[in-house]
DNA sequence: ATGTTTTCATATTGACATGCTATGAAAAGG
DNA sequence: CCTTTTCATAGCATGTCAATATGAAAACAT
């Protein structure tokens, strides 16, 4: 019941687009350095937020990667799904729930189904403008 | 984010039991059969339980298990914390939160906070109790 | 053209976790 | 004793995690 380091670091990299691209693309290298995760572990994971249009990359000297919308458009809940898999708790849930013989007899899914929702309610409450509201609010400490 | 099959297979053992054990202690061998689960990866789930003080075994002919509280005494998350470990959605939010030197730069782990509790709250919300009612409402189905 | 800087695409690796199965010992009752 | 149960380890095949490695492709500057 772990979220995984691809799906933190995703968060931390697309906050750190989102607090530098105004003015010129985000590199990975610069990423790279103030989120202290190696720029080839980051190219994997934004590889995935490309494909799916979360981010836009420019090629070349100067290049870089911007946000494809603001920030307040990208839940948590949607970046983790994009480089987590789905966020459900147990498999059942998803596949159109038609892949265990036990349902009908399993009293457990009552449980499972109220937890994805809590889980929900929270991943999808909160949005990237948030986590830049509160990093500005923490006097912007790591950017340099 | 996955729930692991020895979490979902305890709470279906501890259910097991629970609906089982009024008359005489609850053989694994039963168990398995009635949940399609097998005898030898149940053996290794039980004995944490075991360990932890939730189940009394008796050994040999007419032996077996039985809950060692009512099952109104059982939270679920109780359950899953033995055989799962804990239920944290990211490890820093355990070991007295002293291993991440990002800590205080962190804006995600708010997040995480908030995703923990609402994962307890509802995770301590119910017992087995609960799930043995829902069990019988439902007819009693899959128990011979 | 050439070189540099960036992204893009795969493949590989080592460590660890998952989901079991196997073997056999120890206890308890008939 | 013999059977039936739990108890204790070990083993194993597969997969996931968390990266690293290699190199191509695009874009820009000179």
Chains 1, 2 share one sequence.
Do not use: F, H
């Amino acid at each position: 019941m772990k979220i995984s380091t691809k799906g933190r670091y995703a968060l931390r990299l697309m906050l750190d687009i989102a607090m530098n691209d105004a003015t010129e693309p985000v590199r990975l290298r610069d990423t790279a350095e103030r989120q202290a995760i190696s720029v080839k572990y980051l190219e994997q994971i934004i590889s995935g937020l490309v494909r799916s249009g979360y981010v836009k990359s420019i090629r070349g000297p100067q290049g870089g990667y911007r946000l494809a919308k603001k920030p307040s458009e990208y839940t948590v809940g949607m970046i983790l799904r994009q480089v987590e898999g789905s966020m459900v708790p147990v498999a059942c849930l998803e596949n159109g729930e038609a892949d265990c013989e036990r349902q009908g007899q399993c009293v457990t899914i009552r449980i499972w189904k109220e937890l994805d929702e809590a889980i929900r309610g929270v991943l999808d409450r909160y949005t990237l403008a948030d986590l830049v509201a509160w990093q500005e609010e923490m006097g912007n400490a790591y950017v340099i």
